[in-house]
């Protein structure tokens, strides 16, 4: 599953640097499917869905930190564990219950995001 920011969440900073896939943006602040990816223009998603990955993207918060579901491999791939839950200091990156899935499906996003 995704991991989701809480709205306990102090608005530190420290989670954003460490997603190797750049899901995690400041809130109220664009997002795009390019940020640190390998993603650019027209490209057709998992789901089957199209989208431009250099288009912005409405925040999905507009007060705190927030996670990209779509982005999200849980650091599979990249760390044996979700480094934005491992740096925060209160605890309020956790998984998302609304978006579970297998790490298979992780671990193909992951190789989608960055063309492995």
Wanted: hydrophobic residues 30%; glycine residues 6%.
């Amino acid at each position: 599953m995704a991991i989701i920011i809480t709205d306990e969440c102090i608005n530190c900073g420290a989670c954003e640097p460490e997603c190797p896939n750049t899901a995690i943006y400041e809130g109220a602040d664009d997002w795009r499917y390019k940020d640190g990816t390998k993603l650019r223009g027209k490209v057709v998603l998992p789901d089957g869905s199209e989208v431009d990955a250099d288009a912005a993207q409405t925040p999905l918060s507009d007060d705190i930190y927030y996670i990209v579901p779509g982005k999200c491999t849980e650091c599979k791939g990249f760390h044996e564990e979700p480094q934005c839950a491992a740096v925060c200091p209160v605890d309020c990156c956790v998984p998302d219950d609304n978006h579970v899935e297998s790490e298979e499906t992780l671990l193909n996003r992951q190789s989608f995001l960055h063309n492995e």
